[in-house]
């Protein structure tokens, strides 16, 4: 499944213009974008969580429940 046929063209075109900025890396440079796109990634990741969670209520949810067991 190609993913890049279902992003927008603006999208298309950033991942066209990061893909020619990427070949230019030597491999050192490569490895050390690709480590910091994964952090990036995976801070992304927890912050949709915490959003989530938020809009969701999911975390007042466990207080009340955390509380009323301590206090049970």
Do not use: C
Request: aromatic fraction near 6%; charged fraction near 30%.
């Amino acid at each position: 499944m190609d993913i890049r046929h279902q992003l927008p063209l603006e999208q298309q075109f950033e991942l066209r213009v990061f893909e020619g900025q990427v070949r230019q890396l030597s491999q050192e440079e490569a490895h050390e974008l690709l480590i910091q796109l994964r952090e990036e990634m995976l801070y992304q990741t927890t912050a949709f969580r915490e959003i989530l969670k938020e809009a969701w209520g999911i975390d007042k949810n466990v207080d009340v429940t955390l509380n009323l067991l301590a206090n049970g």
